[in-house]
């Protein structure tokens, strides 16, 4: 359907209120916002936020690719975990790359399919923004792009009709899907993304090209999606925003990194790296849309020879979190995106070859989805208390000053200030945004009972280096007013009980709350809080600490607590819309009610005593993950108190050393006696490739051949003459690339590869050869992947991997005739259930060996410590049994020890079929390889098979390889089930 149709068809559905919506504008003409008024009523916008249903909501959202987790089943442990942050949405981008690995095939099912993680997003009460493309970035391979792109004349992402028939299919198809799955259909997607950062272009490409988007964003709305169109402006460039005519999305959106992705020194943060002009920006660009960040820094990533992931996870810590996140409250931002909160990995050469196998990013939750980063709990302050705080979306951003709002200078406060409802809220961190400063200040704020100077009951308030606070006014507890904190409020919940309002701060810092009310306050809990009646309100002044204090003020009991100890509180929904407060450990993931039983699930890494405040008053029972558990009530809170004990249990992992390993040769190409017959004949006298002009006889780009991820193997033959020296070649594989190369068995050498190089030109001295005699030159490359198209007319997504040119001294070029191979059958790739790019060409990768129950009779047992002698490649498999008690998640994760000198070698871990790791011993950093529950059986056998590539004359072995396993934790999550994983079977056609 067109939009045109699209509309009238609206129309006549909506004949009845039609009239209304459009009256007052001449009825022939109807405005772009009364077109897309009449695709939906669910999802509506003013210029504060998005309507649900006819309900504001703060969209605060995390980015999750389910891709990058590739077992279903652990979808809703990810769901729970982000819910339980307080946040309501979770963005996904869709890798096309890994559907429609041949033209013409789309194929979104098994580990693909999108619909077990749109129903596990429904199950935790999560909405969805979808971003499928077709172009996503995301630091996957060609930024999305299927290889067989690299093939069509037009360019990438422009108008040219071959690029845009080439995309039909996929946005047709994956368009289809998540369309059944709107919230218009009852399924969780409230947003769609139809292009990546459509923010730079050069010619000959027009940029931008209104009637390229355009036709983008037609093509989303035939395929059936009605909810609003946002778009991801790289910077507030103002791209495809409404008013701008043809190509306009719905929803202005840009995206934003202030802190970069150098992890290096991860205590940098760069000058000036904070944006102050967002909301003006944002008012002049975009005024009647909620401000949009579809994607926030929610951590880095790191490339090939740099450093450990980690070290983003402190780049874009909790600090950083503070500082940041609240700069983007200053700018009234009522959709946020955070990405990564959970970046995964990059299994099966999904990922970019600026990165390597982990896309962990340093995110809120790790890639093995523990949640042990202090930023996961900085991560839920922040969201429980913008859930807490309708009043916020309504609320004005006003300027920053330095000088109104506090007595000190190197402070900044902007003040967002209530328009609609009373409430504002006073932004405050360090003028200069990364300053380590510890500085002291007295606030002005502007409230109800007029402007006032904290705190008034004596003393400063203090800010922490890389700390930001928000101060609220006016703030609305359930009916009572908080005339103002400066403590931060965590969330506050009225219970049958009465009202609970939980304020926490910082380490040692004075804080001051005024609440109006006339009530005599009582300290039902703790010392150290001062009160004082002041004009109708009771003012408690306190210094932080780790011990609690509780004052009761009438109905409203407010906790005081400090940062490290909010960390531990959790505030599940019960179904009917209310929620209790859970103090407990390390994860409570839901509540509900069920006759007198209160029942709550939840995640435990030690004993962790727990209270429940605000159980509903049917409730007299408690369970936790279905047990049921002795309570005591207090006498002084009401609340319940109990404990919940952790027993370590024994986890038996097996020693991989001693495993029954069994090897064998991984290259027998390099054999005189191997006969390459079935090969693809590398025989194409002419490129379509647009980005290279071909400089040798046939074209050798591996994409031609429908070639493109995971290790090339080429095969040149020609007769000697006696006369060659040299042959030089020209190869592309990327960053950390590599290859060997060999002359009928004889090592002509390796090139290990570095970090940073892409490509290379060698020269292999040949000797002297014997005239007459046949010779076959192999080389085996690893092939990183292709770049992303960015910039728009640069067709970068093009530029081919293998063979680029080579020069024959002493023959012409011609003399060789070539094969090759990558993958088996290329882009009719034989697996289809772990899809397009998981395998590469080696000779026991094109079999199949690398699943379960390889045929190893005849092989020798040998072991990847073991090694081998010489340059070459072997290939080893082992039966590892599992026998990880239930009820535990425990993350595993294989463990590559780095050799004492940097040996020149590079593996590829295979697990059940599924490559989950590409190590490079002498560029890094990554030793440790996570595998997911699901890939690995935990009550079973596994098949474990890695690949051993020695670049070195000396050969090469591992200095060692372990399985580690990191704290259990008893879990709530059930039912992981095995992701589908064929065994080998002989393959049909295998050469
Ligand atoms: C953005 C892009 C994302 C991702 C991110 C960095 O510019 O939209 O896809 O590449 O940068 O992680």
Not at 757 to 780: A, C, E, P, Q, R
Not at 904 to 932: C, E, H, M
Request: proline residues 5%.
């Amino acid at each position: 359907m067109k939009i045109s149709t699209l509309v009238t068809a609206a129309c006549v559905a909506f004949q009845g209120t039609a009239a209304a919506v459009v009256s007052g504008k001449p009825s022939t003409f109807i405005r772009d916002y009364d077109k897309r008024d009449l695709l939906q009523d669910v999802v509506t916008w003013d210029e504060h936020s998005l309507f649900i249903h006819g309900k504001r909501a703060m969209i605060f959202s995390g980015e999750v690719h389910p891709w990058r987790l590739p077992v279903p089943s652990l979808w809703l442990d990810l769901f729970e975990k982000i819910k339980a942050l307080g946040y309501n949405t979770v963005s996904f981008y869709v890798d096309w790359n890994l559907l429609e690995g041949k033209q013409g095939e789309f194929r979104a099912d098994g580990v693909f399919a999108y619909e077990p993680f749109f129903e596990a997003a429904t199950k935790a009460g999560i909405w969805l923004i979808a971003r499928p493309g077709p172009y996503i970035n995301a630091e996957v391979a060609a930024g999305g792009l299927p290889g067989w792109l690299q093939r069509i004349k037009g360019m990438i992402r422009t108008n040219a009709d071959d690029y845009m028939e080439a995309t039909e299919l996929y946005v047709a198809s994956i368009g289809a899907i998540i369309a059944k799955a709107q919230i218009t259909n009852g399924g969780p997607v409230i947003l769609y993304q139809p292009e990546n950062e459509y923010s730079g272009g050069i010619p000959p490409a027009v940029f931008p090209d209104a009637p390229y988007f355009q036709r983008v964003i037609d093509q989303v709305r035939k395929a059936g999606i009605v909810v609003p169109l946002i778009n991801n402006d790289a910077w507030s460039g103002g791209h495809n925003a409404p008013g701008t005519g043809l190509g306009e999305v719905d929803i202005y959106a840009h995206d934003n990194y202030p802190i970069g992705f150098d992890c290096s020194d991860p205590t940098v943060w760069p000058a000036n790296g904070l944006r102050t002009d967002q909301y003006s920006t944002r008012v002049e660009i975009s005024p009647n849309t909620p401000y949009t960040i579809p994607e926030f820094q929610g951590g880095a990533f790191s490339p090939w020879g740099g450093w450990p992931i980690d070290k983003c996870a402190e780049l874009v810590n909790q600090e950083a979190e503070r500082v940041l996140y609240k700069n983007n409250y200053a700018a009234g931002i009522s959709i946020m995106n955070l990405y990564m909160t959970y970046g995964g990995l990059n299994w099966g050469n999904l990922g970019h070859y600026g990165g390597f196998s982990t896309y962990d990013y340093g995110a809120a939750i790790k890639a093995d989805r523990t949640i042990t980063r202090e930023k996961y709990s900085e991560a839920k302050l922040q969201a429980q208390f913008l859930k807490a705080s309708p009043d916020y979306l309504t609320a004005v951003p006003t300027n920053l000053s330095t000088t109104l709002y506090t007595d000190n200078v190197n402070l900044a406060v902007t003040p967002v200030i209530g328009s609609e409802a009373p409430s504002s809220f006073y932004i405050v961190r360090h003028n200069i945004y990364n300053s380590t400063e510890t500085t002291t200040y007295r606030l002005n704020i502007a409230t109800s009972a007029g402007k006032l100077t904290v705190p008034r009951l004596g003393g400063k308030l203090t800010l922490n280096g890389r700390d930001s606070k928000v101060h609220v006014t006016d703030y609305n507890v359930g009916g009572t007013t908080l005339l103002y904190s400066t403590a931060e409020v965590f969330t506050w919940k009225k219970f049958d009980s009465g009202k609970v309002l939980i304020l926490y701060g910082g380490p040692e810092e004075l804080h001051e709350a005024s609440i109006v009310s006339t009530a005599k306050p009582t300290i039902i809990e703790g010392k150290g809080v001062t009160t004082k009646s002041i004009d109708g309100n009771v003012v408690l002044q306190w210094k932080t600490s780790a011990s609690r204090s509780i004052v009761k003020i009438g109905d409203l009991s407010v906790y005081i607590l400090d940062r490290n100890s909010a960390y531990n509180y959790w505030v599940p929904d019960l179904a009917d819309g209310s929620a209790v407060i859970v103090k407990a450990g390390y994860l409570v993931r839901t509540a509900a009610t069920k006759g007198n039983t209160l029942q709550l699930t939840g995640d435990f890494n030690a004993t962790t005593p727990f209270e429940v405040i605000g159980a509903p008053k049917s409730a007299k029972k408690l369970t936790i993950n279905g047990q049921p558990v002795a309570i005591e009530t207090s006498k002084s809170t009401g609340s319940w108190h109990g404990l919940v004990k952790y027993q370590r249990p024994f986890i038996n992992i097996p020693d991989l050393e001693r495993l029954q390993w069994k090897s064998t040769d991984a290259l027998p190409e390099i054999q005189t006696s191997y006969a390459d017959s079935a090969w693809p004949s590398a025989d194409k006298k002419t490129s379509t490739n647009t980005y290279r002009n071909l400089t040798t006889p046939t074209s050798l780009y591996s994409s031609d051949y429908g070639f493109h991820y995971g290790y090339l193997i080429y095969r040149g033959h020609f007769v000697a003459t006696g006369q060659e020296t040299t042959i030089t070649i020209y190869t592309q594989g990327r960053n950390a690339y590599g290859t060997s190369a060999w002359l009928n068995g004889v090592d002509l050498g390796s090139n290990a590869g570095d970090a940073i190089v892409g490509d290379t030109n060698t020269t292999y001295t040949l000797g002297k050869l014997s005239k007459g005699k046949k010779y076959v030159l192999t080389m085996l490359m690893d092939n990183m992947g292709y770049d992303g198209n960015w910039v728009i007319g640069s067709d970068s997504m093009k530029n081919p991997n293998g063979i680029l040119h080579y020069e024959f001294a002493g023959r012409k070029q011609s003399d060789i005739t070539w094969k090759l191979t990558g993958n088996l059958g290329g882009e009719d790739y034989v697996d289809k259930t772990r899809g397009p790019l998981n395998e590469g060409g080696l000779f026991p990768e094109r079999q199949g060996w690398h699943q379960q129950k390889p045929p190893t009779n005849g092989w020798k047992a040998s072991k990847p410590t073991t090694g081998i002698s010489k340059a070459g490649v072997a290939f080893y498999t082992a039966e590892l049994d599992l026998h990880i008690p239930k009820g535990w998640d425990v993350p595993l994760s294989f463990t590559f020890k780095k050799t004492k000198s940097n040996e020149k070698f590079r593996a590829q871990l295979y697990v059940n079929g599924y490559q989950f790791g590409k190590y490079i011993n002498n560029i890094g950093p990554q030793v440790d390889f996570s595998v997911p529950q699901g890939i690995l059986n935990y009550q079973g056998s596994n098949t474990v098979a890695l690949t051993l590539w020695a670049q070195q004359p000396s050969g090469a072995k591992l200095e060692g390889l372990s399985l580690t396993a990191g704290t259990p934790v008893l879990t709530a999550l059930e039912n992981v089930e095995l992701v589908p994983m064929p065994k080998y079977a002989k393959r049909a056609g295998a050469y």
